[in-house]
């Protein structure tokens, strides 16, 4: 599947204006500045699809992209980026504009299937990720968390987060067993999530 094409399909600001189409989604949420749209990027082989930046608050919209044989629908699968939550060098009514949209997102879209939701793997879970962890538990929106930037972390410490993180998930009805330890930068655990997310495209 993530040989395929992948093209931006749209951006949204808000609920009424999400795009009807026939795809199972994939969300990528997250704290500000955790590597989400990094992740999109990685993902699919591509470097500027979806726009980073070292700046917390760069995506502002809910931003989709669909992964697919351009002419069949089967098989393909909706990337959607979503703008991070808790801090962003943005105006505080903004931030809350943003968190209350990711919120509404998570909770109300019947297309959304998974969840990967990222931890910076060097500051592990924050009391706002087990807050949107309890929300989607009780959504029974089915997720996975996905620690990014392990390329910051040596191989012992990045074992200890991951152990850690792997025994708090253990303890959430809706999460995935499988916590997973990757970089965008050396690409490291990409292909263990390309293969988890490929599975949720087939028919
Ligand atoms: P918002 O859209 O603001 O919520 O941020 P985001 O979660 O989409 O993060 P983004 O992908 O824009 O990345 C934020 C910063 O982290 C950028 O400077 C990236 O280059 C950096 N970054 C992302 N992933 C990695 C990684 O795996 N390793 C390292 N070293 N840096 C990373
Ligand atoms: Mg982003």
């Known amino acids: 599947l993530f040989a395929q094409e992948c093209t931006f399909l749209k951006g949204c600001v808000g609920m009424e204006h999400l795009p009807a189409h026939p795809l199972v989604e994939v969300a990528f949420a997250g704290r500000s500045n955790v590597g989400k749209s990094s992740l999109v990027n990685a993902l ?21 992209f669909r992964l697919g044989p351009p002419h069949s629908d089967e098989a393909a699968l909706m990337l959607v980026d979503l703008p ?7 105006p505080q009514a903004q931030v809350e504009r943003w968190t ?37 538990d009780s959504a029974a929106v089915n ?40 970089s965008s930068e050396t690409g490291a655990g990409i292909p263990e999530l390309r293969a988890q997310l490929a599975a949720l495209a087939l028919p």
């Open 100 to 136: 209350r949209l990711v919120m509404a997102y998570l909770r109300g879209r019947s297309a959304l299937r998974r969840v990967c939701l990222l931890i910076d793997a060097r500051h592990g879970l924050k009391a706002n990720d087990l807050e949107v962890m309890g929300m989607l």
């Open 84 to 90: 991070g939550y808790g801090f962003a060098r943005a």
């Open 44 to 64: 699919t082989g591509r470097k500027t699809l979806a726009r980073a930046s070292n700046t917390p608050g760069r995506t502002q919209e809910v931003n989709f």
């Open 143 to 182: 997720y996975q968390v996905v620690l990014t930037k392990a390329d910051k972390l040596g191989p012992t410490v990045a074992r200890a987060t991951h152990a850690t993180v792997a025994a708090a998930v253990a303890r959430h009805v809706a999460a995935h067993p499988d916590v997973l330890l990757t």
